[in-house]
């Protein structure tokens, strides 16, 4: 009796071990659904910062270009004595004498932007670091490019051509030119940078996207010889990377020709404005200011110095899905003019971003857009 007695108080029974282990595996998924939650809302929060971190960066990057555009260096006496004495060779000792301004030949950019000086120019839905779009007379020999109207179901256009003539969700271009002086630089101690920042295509067919990129020029014109002031164009024009054949070194080390500083761009927005906080616009060709007479506007171009001011927006997604599902809602990133994104819900001209999505973003991308308006401190009207 003692032994039936001990064998039944003893362990546990096969309903108990299995109440247990139930128990037991609850548990345990109430722990990891509290850690998938916890590891997701931390990932969500460190996404949503990071876009906020980066787009500040970049904003800054762009408030301190902008607010340099049309900056003139003025030479003072100490400079001029110091310069004097790093080339004493010059003038039977008393060394060369620096000008008070810089001597640089000034272009326009009429009969070609790719040598414009001006200040700002904004290139309105244009990909890459090209200086022309639809409405340049350089796309106006035959054939003509279909306009804007023309159903892209119905034309021969390419997909670049589409791309250049849409108004597709990315992105402007901006072009920033100021002056700068090294005395250090005995050749050429005035300095003159064109900085364009621009968008460009990226990732793959998995992950279609956009990046914002910094191209930073200067322009050389060297003097000559040894003591002597060009008063003509001199040297290669606007350089990046190219090789000074005397020296063997780079004649702008400082320069880059396409730096990558921002990926997953939705949208890069730029509009500029006058003192009075009007849009310069062409009523016409649609165009902002720039060099080249636009397609049907010949006289936008001499609003050029009347830039006061640059608003800007930039769009950024997160790099990893953030939402588990699509919304009900419609996502519609933040925008500056009302018909910025229009041709993405035209399903009859076929016209869809990069990413293949509507302005609506029926996706799980999370997208976060900032806004700010620059002044431009060193830009008056004048003529040119």
């Given amino acids: 009796m003692s032994k039936n007695k001990l064998r039944n108080d003893a362990g546990l029974t096969l309903v108990e071990i299995l109440i247990g282990i139930v128990i037991t595996t609850l ?59 790093k080339t004493q060779s010059c003038n039977g000792g008393d060394g060369l004498s620096l000008p008070t301004q810089s001597y640089f030949t000034f272009n326009n950019g009429y009969t070609d932007e790719n040598d414009s000086h001006n200040p700002v120019v904004i290139r309105s839905r244009t990909l890459g670091n090209s200086k022309i779009t639809h409405n340049s007379p350089e796309n106006l020999s035959p054939p003509l490019l279909p306009q804007v109207t023309t159903p892209w179901s119905q034309s021969t256009l390419t997909p670049d051509q589409k791309k250049i003539l849409s108004t597709d969700l990315c992105c402007d271009q901006i072009e920033i030119v100021y002056e700068d002086f ?38 050389d014109q060297p003097k000559i010889e040894d003591c ?9 024009g606007w350089v990046t990377d190219e090789i000074n054949v005397e020296t063997g070194e780079r004649i702008c080390p400082e320069c880059v020709k396409r730096e990558l500083i921002r990926d997953y761009v939705v949208d890069m927005e730029f509009i500029p404005f ?36 640059v608003d800007i927006r930039l769009t950024f997604r997160t790099k990893e899905k953030f939402f588990s599902r699509v919304s009900s809602s419609k996502r519609k990133p933040k925008e500056l003019l009302s018909d910025r994104n229009q041709s993405n819900t035209n399903t009859t001209n076929n016209q869809t971003d990069v990413t293949g999505n509507t302005n609506n973003m029926e996706d799980l991308f ?18 040119f």
């Fill in 27 to 85: 548990i345990m998924g109430a722990l990891y659904t509290s850690y998938n939650v916890v590891n997701k809302t931390y990932s969500q929060v460190s996404e949503k910062a990071n876009i906020s971190k980066t787009s500040r960066d970049l904003v800054s990057m762009l408030m301190r270009d902008i607010r340099m555009a049309g900056f003139k260096f003025y030479v003072g006496t100490h400079d001029k004595k110091k310069y004097a004495l």
């Fill in 182 to 219: 090294n005395i250090n630089h005995a050749s050429q101690p005035f300095k003159k940078y064109r900085i364009t920042y621009f968008a460009e295509k990226t990732g793959d067919g998995d992950d279609p996207r956009y990046g914002a990129f910094k191209s930073m020029e200067m322009w």
């Fill in 228 to 236: 002597t002031w060009p008063d003509t164009p001199t040297g290669l």
């Fill in 274 to 309: 006058d003192q009075y906080g009007v849009i310069i616009k062409s009523e016409t060709s649609g165009e902002y200011p720039r060099p080249i007479p636009q397609l049907g506007d010949q006289t936008i171009r001499e609003r050029l110095y009347d830039i006061r001011g």
């Fill in 366 to 383: 999370l997208r976060d857009s900032v806004i700010v308006s620059v002044n431009t401190r060193n830009i008056g009207k004048g003529s």
